[in-house]
């Protein structure tokens, strides 16, 4: 199993990328919000040890050592795939990053090679193996006490067309070795679903991509909310936060309603539950870290915390006369979102400059409107948090 998926990685690097391609920015590579997310911002990068485990052909290796261009702290990528790899450190020539340390090898022997990270990111890797949660208990060691990691795997509720059809190709595929005619049975299979199929109703973007997903049978495997819980307690590891929140929020599909019920929940059943009623999350990308550290929370109630945006999420809003309301759509996945800021607060972009706390801020709006200060600050944070639009440090 292992050697069909280095085989398929070694012939089709992931993600397909020419050498000349640019690196993309990713958000679980992102170092303004890994530091606050975990070190309230405080940590000093310089000494720091950064590492993309299954990094393929590079891009959240090139992310996090463009971040880090200035200091000395060190970035590895690691891979299987000596193909990818070799795109990587092409790429990352290209732009001129030298503070990469390549390593070709299997993360099962992570511990061989003596990494103790600060911050650990193994994205779309640890479903291809034989065991994934055997990965997440050695990737667990090779983090340091006080440090994170960032994961992405696959949801069990809303890819699970993916999965059916991959147990439809290991049928049809059970007895065929060679690679390109297994895809071609896989192809031709998917043209021939009739139009009803869930799998043709899916959008592009929860399956990698028909070749992957093909090729590697059945052996992606897929997580609920209540699995992510129970194999990180497995690996001496916990959750600190979902990528988008909001996603996994009971309230966000029942509003105020079955209030009683929601809050008699645990932490793993409220966001469990948050999944089933979404339904298509069809990956679950998450922070987490050893279980006996605290990372510094993200609650824009802290009126001693300092609230900042990674990016301006109302980059439009001076074009809305100052006598209207600001009006904030975004549409994530499936999900549309509506923030508004009615006129009076329409400051509240500026006075959230990575200085001023939370309580500087609410006593700005306070002045404005001493009534409604408090309640829509608690909404618009709450929203804007949840959302991945703004974070918390310490001041
Ligand atoms: C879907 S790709 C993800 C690449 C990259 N992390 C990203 O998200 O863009 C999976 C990668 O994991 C690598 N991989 C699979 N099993 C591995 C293992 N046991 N040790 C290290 N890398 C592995 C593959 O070679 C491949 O490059």
Redesign the pocket.
């Known amino acids: 199993m ?1 050697e069909i ?2 085989t398929v ?1 070694e012939h089709h ?3 397909p990328r020419k050498k000349e391609d640019v690196f993309k920015r990713g958000y679980l590579s992102t170092l303004p919000i890994i530091n606050a997310i975990f070190w309230g911002g405080k940590r000093d990068l310089d000494n720091c040890v950064f590492v ?5 052909t590079g ?2 290796t090139m992310d996090m050592a463009d971040h880090l261009r200035e200091t000395s702290a060190k970035v590895i990528g ?4 000596k193909s ?1 790899l070799d795109i990587a450190k092409e790429r990352a020539k290209r732009v001129g990053l030298e503070n990469i340390e390549w390593i070709e090898g ?3 022997n992570i511990e061989e090679y003596g990494i103790s990270a600060d911050y650990l990111i193994c ?3 640890l479903p ?2 034989d065991n994934p949660d055997e990965g997440f208990a050695v990737l667990s060691k090779a983090i340091k006490k006080d440090g994170g990691a960032g994961f ?1 795997i696959y949801g069990k509720y809303g890819r699970w067309p993916v999965h059916l059809m991959q147990k439809v190709w290991g049928v049809i595929n059970r007895n065929v070795k060679d690679e390109e005619e297994r895809f071609r049975n896989a192809a031709q299979i998917v043209s021939l679903l009739p139009s009803f199929h869930p799998y043709k109703r899916i959008p592009v973007k929860y399956t ?1 991509d028909l070749r ?1 997903d093909a090729l590697l049978l059945n052996h992606t495997k897929p997580y609920s909310v209540l699995d992510i819980y129970e194999t990180l307690d497995k690996a001496g590891l916990k959750l600190v936060r979902f990528r988008e929140m909001a996603r996994y929020r009971p309230e966000t599909y029942l509003g105020n309603r079955f209030e009683k019920q929601i809050s008699s929940l645990d932490e793993k059943e409220y966001y469990h539950l948050g999944e089933m009623l979404n339904g298509t999350i069809p990956h679950h990308t998450f922070f987490a870290c050893p279980r006996d550290f605290t990372p510094f929370e993200q609650n824009p109630e802290n009126e001693e915390a300092v609230p900042f945006f990674p990016r301006s999420p109302a980059s439009n809003f001076e074009a809305v006369p100052p006598d209207k309301s600001i009006v904030i759509d975004l549409k994530r996945g499936r999900m549309n979102y509506r923030i508004i800021v009615p006129p009076q607060f329409r400051e509240v972009f500026s006075l959230i400059n990575g200085e001023n706390k939370v309580k500087d801020v609410l006593e700005e709006l306070r002045a404005k409107d001493e009534e409604k200060a408090e309640r829509f600050w608690k909404t618009f944070s709450r929203a804007l948090v949840d959302l991945d639009l703004l974070f918390l440090k310490r001041p």
């Open positions: 292992a998926v280095k990685y690097p992931y993600p993309d485990v299954g990094c393929g891009d959240n690691l891979d299987i795939s990818a299997s993360l099962l994205c779309s890797v291809h193996l992405k990698i992957y």
